[in-house]
């Protein structure tokens, strides 16, 4: 069975840095794209950064250049090391793949990330 588990939320003040960990179970990092989403209070879910099986990664403009993705073929884990934090990265985070047959989507329960001014 699929697990994602997030862990690293915090709180930190602004321009401060994070390192974000997901660990993942039922799959594998080196097979299945893995994505960091997040979703601030209000607003929609958004990608924010993901990487292929191949070890190609994608960015939101928004956190280009300030944000690094990376996995632990094995440890099984995918990190997001955030830097540079600002107020508006404040959001519950999120791991996500796809896997299975049906490429059904799978979630990990979130972790809170909160940037104070």
């Known amino acids: 069975q699929v697990q994602l588990v997030e862990s690293g939320g915090g709180l930190v003040q602004a321009g401060g840095s994070l390192r974000l960990s997901c660990a993942a179970s039922?799959?594998?990092?080196?097979?299945?794209?893995i994505h960091w989403y997040r979703q601030a209070p209000g607003k929609q879910r958004e990608l924010v950064a993901s990487?292929?099986?191949?070890?190609?990664?994608n960015y939101a403009d928004s956190v280009k250049g300030r944000f690094t993705i990376s996995r632990d073929n094995v440890k099984t884990t995918v990190d997001l090391q955030m830097n540079s934090l600002k107020p508006e990265d404040t959001a519950v985070y999120y791991c996500?793949?796809?896997?299975?047959?049906?490429?059904?989507?799978?979630w990990g329960q979130g972790t809170q990330v909160t940037v104070s001014s």
């Open positions: 996500n793949t796809k896997a299975g047959q049906w490429g059904s989507d799978y």
């Open positions: 990487i292929t099986s191949g070890g190609r990664t």
């Open positions: 039922g799959i594998s990092v080196r097979v299945n794209a």
